[in-house]
């Protein structure tokens, strides 16, 4: 499937139609679905290593004296206290608690922060920052058109990003970034694991985006990495036990009720927005809850279908995301269900176009890397 002619592109663009890759729309982007196999592309990131393209992310940048202060404000959780060099898994909220993105914060300098927000919400994430940073001395910048970013994830990232750095990467911790150069070009490289194996990004220069691409694709190329598409990047994600915006998290859901309450922090001095909802949400008892589905059928579940209980037909949730499990061997799934008695092993059934399919629950995640 081609993308629309008003999808934008990637500084990558070009590379993605050399190697073949098949391109969908996603969030307005021309994306790489796939370039051979997503389950291939899916191994390859368990086995050895994958690099994607993310340059479609949004970079928001924060700075001033109160930027911190300001960021206390704006997000469910607190920069100020990070350190220069620190990364954080953090949410943008509504007044009433609704999930309006999910991000990470890096800060980059005592006065200078980097939000980086999903594709689809950069322009909220960026009116919302505005706004509520306006009554501190912070400026709010969006440099997304400036930046490249490519992931390379999988057991043999660490080696890879080594060599193509030149820099021993073994001590740069999980959630934190740092400088780097790759051949000609200064970058910021950070380590993170969204595909629940060791991974690094690089953020680069838009304009040096192919030439970093092309240097770690010659130096990877012996130690198993392939270029890595969107569909293997879901369901690496989901086996990881990862939610999504758009899926697992929405507007119409709080941290508390998709089990990331502990991003949450309560009592901040300045107050924040959302805060009073999201206190009210941590003390309420809840039968919502996000949980970890394992099929015994052949058909996967997926996004939309219902969550039954067996035999009464009663529909206690909906699917969020489902696949067939490449390193498990059978479909897996996540679904938000209203019911405060679906422990793991409880036994349910899910509507799939008309017929049902034994599922069971399962703790989060379903695969965990050995570290």
Known sequence: MTSPLA??????HDIHRQLGATLTD???WSMPLKYTSEVAEHHAV???????????MGELELSGLEAGAALDYALVSM???MQVGQGRYSMLVSA???ILDDLIVYRLTQEKFMVVANAANVRTVYEELVARASGYTSEVRDASAEWGLIAVQGPSSALIVAEATRDDVSGLPYYSVAGARVGKHDVLLARTGYTG??????YCAADAAVEIWSEFAVLGSPHGLVPAGLACRDSLRLEAGMPLYGQELTSHLTPFDVGVGKVVVHDKPG?????????????VDRARRLIGLASVGRRAPRAGHAVLRPGTGERIGTVTSGV???TLGHAVAMAIVDADDVEPGTKLEIDVRGRTEQVEVVKLPFYRRDR
Do not use: C, K
């Open 96 to 98: 009433n608690g609704g």
């Open 79 to 81: 920069p100020s206290r």
């Open 324 to 326: 067939p499990s490449p």
């Open 46 to 56: 368990r086995r050895a290593a994958g690099m994607f393209d993310l340059s479609h």
């Open 7 to 12: 999808a934008r592109t990637t500084p990558l």
């Open 197 to 202: 194996e060791d991974g690094f990004e690089v």
């Open 26 to 28: 996603f969030a307005g």
């Open 271 to 283: 107050g924040s927005v959302g805060a009073a909802a999201l206190l009210e949400a941590r003390d």
